[in-house]
């Protein structure tokens, strides 16, 4: 098994018919702040120092379209790109620089499943606002649904050096060993026929924070499907604090 190679969550891609609806959804009510705007693309940000954490693009379906981490060096990026292919990935973009807002180096590659994922080094950081009290703060996580859990784990672990933190009978639940907040999990893989996105999750300051949220999610007409509350086998302080 590597070594971890990575060390963040940064952004999650979505692809949608309706790009303004979304954006007015994500800025209002779930309190994002639009920090770019690339053709008809928009990227959003949190309260914390990642460029973005979201971007909407416009697309024919809804989709997932790319995960991006975040790596320490050059050097991560190259062993990442050696890694793939010895694991059932497939390299799509060697290093390059990255075109689009919040720059950096990156590679692509695609995970045994089809999912497409960026590593990017030396991207844009903000200066950290986490005294806003009623915004994101930065991703939590991402769920991915998968057709063959053991699979796409063994690729997570060994081409990415990933460790796993749980396993239920339906989702292995896995983290970076290198990242400093200490989350439980910033992936986790979940039974299914698919291998669609399944849902991200967002941190956010505080369990007042959540709720507030909640009650703006109400007052646009949205319904609560989960929480506020513990929702599955996740031990740990701070689960509460995911929106």
Request: with cysteine.
């Amino acid at each position: 098994m590597t070594e971890s190679l990575v060390n963040s969550l940064r952004s999650v891609e979505i692809g949608l018919p309706d790009v303004p609806s979304a954006e007015a959804f994500f800025t209002s009510t779930w309190n994002l702040t639009v920090v770019a705007r690339k053709g008809q693309s928009v990227y959003l940000r949190a309260t914390g120092d990642d460029h973005h954490v979201l971007s909407l693009h416009p697309s024919d379906k809804s989709e997932l379209r790319m995960v991006t981490f975040r790596v320490a060096s050059d050097e991560a990026l190259a062993q990442i790109a050696a890694n793939v292919t010895l694991h059932g990935g497939e390299l799509l973009a060697p290093r390059h620089a990255v075109d689009e807002p919040g720059g950096g180096y990156g590679l692509v590659v695609r995970d045994p499943q089809g999912r497409i994922l960026r590593f990017v080094h030396g991207d844009v950081r903000h200066a950290d606002t986490t005294d806003d009290k009623d915004k994101p703060i930065r991703l939590a996580h991402a769920v991915l649904n998968s057709h063959d859990v053991a699979t796409g784990l063994s690729f997570y672990e060994n081409a990415l050096g990933f460790r796993l933190s749980d396993r239920t009978r339906i989702m292995a639940f896995i983290r970076m060993p290198k990242k400093p907040s200490g989350d439980h999990h910033s992936i986790a893989l979940a039974d299914a026929d698919n291998d669609c996105l399944n849902h991200i999750a967002f941190l956010m300051p505080s369990m007042e924070a959540v709720m507030r949220g909640g009650g703006r999610m109400k007052d646009a007409g949205y319904s609560i499907e989960w929480g506020p509350g513990r929702h599955g086998p996740v031990p740990g302080l701070g689960d509460y604090r995911r929106l």
